[in-house]
């Protein structure tokens, strides 16, 4: 049995059977037989399957939306945003099915053809920090270019993947296309990782985990995307909107309670501008609305588990720069935190993943550029100036997959997102998702 819990109440909101490797062998053979019937299916009628599951994510959107909150713990205006954003997805796929296309290259003796082949059944493992967003990165471009899925969300939150799951069918895509086993990362995870039928593995998680898949992958020579952890720079220059910068910061870092790969947790100050960014970052914070999920104005909920909050503690000793306000309990709370470091620190090398973020001087754009990529991660980042030159040369060097330039946004619909170094790599979104998802034939054709 998995006991699913809601993390701002710690009530139990639903008991599950509990799938091992045997389930996840039948899912895998049930995704194998219906791949060669999905991939002859028209692109036009694919495009236009993708289209109804977008159309059924929006018209179940406040549904979805509840059960990710409930689940996740997420305030429930940022779940509605993310289900917005899931239907966007799968929009966008579906528009993308007839445009992504092999060449035709000239060649001595002949024509040579590219083609772009699915595949088959591929497994994708999704963590419990934006459940049905990062189903959705993969489920996309997966199904736009014909592979069938086996699908593993995370242990502690699978409601949504099950919901989904329904949608897909009730959209009209064939049984066995999209196959949702909610089951253990070490069992079933696993199980995808080393299953000789099972042709590539699409994972979002941690660093460490995202090791092992890659080494349980070489066994079969598995194609591996990994969009992995981070540790990422929020650098503001004196010269920025300061007002701005910290107005905008605090969500950088405690939006879905710092539980967000893309969290800006080291924010460096240019020295002469640090204790005012500091005074206005510290008001900003204060102003984050900690509370019920289900309340419309709440901004911040709770960490996700018990054991995740003892985690996050770990990384606070002493008295913090500033601590915020939380509720009392039930519930795996966690105040808002900021600490100033050096970059040396615990706090600053290892990812939080929760409320707490590190505040570091820095004394001029080399030592900016030199803090900012001195970590393992690469990940995300934006730049806070109004020196447009400036915001380029450093957006060039700094080695990260996604940055922004005076905003915190990382993540949109067309635009590729992933990581650099350790972060993983392979692209999820934009255009770019489809390579992951899909094998470059070449056919020479003699013309002589
Ligand atoms: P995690 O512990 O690495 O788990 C991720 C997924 O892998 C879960 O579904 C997990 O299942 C499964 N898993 C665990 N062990 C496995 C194994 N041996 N083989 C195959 N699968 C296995 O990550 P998390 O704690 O859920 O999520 C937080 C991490 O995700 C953070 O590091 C965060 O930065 C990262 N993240 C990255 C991105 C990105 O796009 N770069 C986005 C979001 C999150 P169980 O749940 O059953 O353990
Ligand atoms: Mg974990």
New binding site residues.
Partial sequence: MIAVTNPATEETIAELPEPGVAETDEAVARAKAAFPAWRAVAPADRARLLRRLAALVEEHGEELAGIESRNVGKPISGARAEVGMVADVFHFYAGAVDKHHGETIPVAGGVDLTFREPLGAVGL??????PLN?ASWKLGPALACGNTVVL?????TPLSALRLGELVLEAGIPEGVVNVVA????VV??R??EHPDVAKIG????????R??ME?AAGTIKRVTL????KSANVVFADADLEGAAAAAPYAVFDNAG???CARSRIFVERSAYDRFLELLVEATKGVAVGDPRDEATEMGPLISAAHRETVSSFVDGEPLFRGESPEGPGFWFPCTLVEATNDDRIARE?V?GPVAAVIPFEDEADAVRLANDTPFG?SGSIWTRDGARALRLARALDSGVLSVNSNSSVRVATP???FKQ??FGR?LGMQALDGYSEVKNVFVSTE
């Fill in positions: 493992i999704v963590p419990w920090n934006f990062i593993k969300p995370a242990e502690l089951g253990k990362g070490s995870g696993q995808l990782v994972f979002t998680g941690s660093t460490e985990v995202g092992r898949v349980g969009e992995l952890g981070g539980q967000d790969c990812e993943f990940l997102f992933g990581g972060s993983g999820e």
